[in-house]
């Protein structure tokens, strides 16, 4: 009885499993132990860097929009001559995942719910057929830099899965950049 109550949550419990692992954002900085964080105050956009980047002109306005707000909101100013110049660039990989939705043993073996039940030709809980899922894992990296020195100071790497459906895909890319600049500037109170 312990047993049938525990297969009829699992089903539950791995899909839980992977949405909460596909909706996180794992989250690295590095930094100029050297550069004086608390003195820029101001911002550019890097177009010759952001130029690169291999995405979309739409996921590229949104990812800048999301930056900017971002920066604004952390005192900020968005500048013709600036302290940081802004630049980014994105990876991604397709992840395929197969799953095995055999339940039962196979076609012989326990047949459970098929139409002679117990042992012998029964179909099981599942029809022995995997099934796959593709996911897109991508990762932005948000990169400043000090415009006078023209070095990197800073550099955040968000990694997650990304949505196709467009207007969780706006959402997606907030959430990605806005973890990434929790932890901008280094050292502040979180």
């Keep these: 009885m312990v047993m049938k109550k525990l297969l009829k949550k699992l089903p539950l419990l791995a899909l839980l499993i ?4 596909c909706s996180s954002i794992r989250v690295a900085t590095d930094y100029d132990k050297n550069a004086k964080f608390g003195e ?19 996921d590229k306005r949104r990812i800048l929009r999301a930056i900017e707000a971002e920066l604004l909101a952390k005192g900020f ?8 110049l802004v630049s980014l660039f994105t990876k991604s990989q397709q992840r395929v995942d197969v799953y095995n939705n055999a339940w039962g043993m196979g076609a ?6 098929g139409p002679w039940g117990g042992w012998g030709p029964g179909w099981g ?26 070095e990197l100071i800073w550099q955040g790497m968000g990694t997650g899965f990304l949505s196709r459906n467009m207007e969780k895909k706006e959402e ?8 990434i600049m929790e932890k901008y500037p280094p050292g502040a109170i979180q």
């Design 18 to 21: 992977v949405v909460t692992s």
């Design 40 to 58: 820029y105050k101001t911002f550019a956009f890097f177009k010759t860097g952001i130029d690169k980047a291999e995405i979309s002109d739409l």
């Design 77 to 84: 100013t968005k500048s013709e001559t600036p302290d940081l």
């Design 108 to 113: 012989w073996g326990w047949g459970g719910w």
């Design 125 to 150: 809980w599942g029809w022995n057929q995997p099934s796959t899922s593709v996911s897109t894992e991508g990762v932005l990296y948000i990169d400043l830099i000090d415009a006078n020195k023209k």
């Design 172 to 179: 997606r890319i907030k959430e990605f950049v806005s973890k």
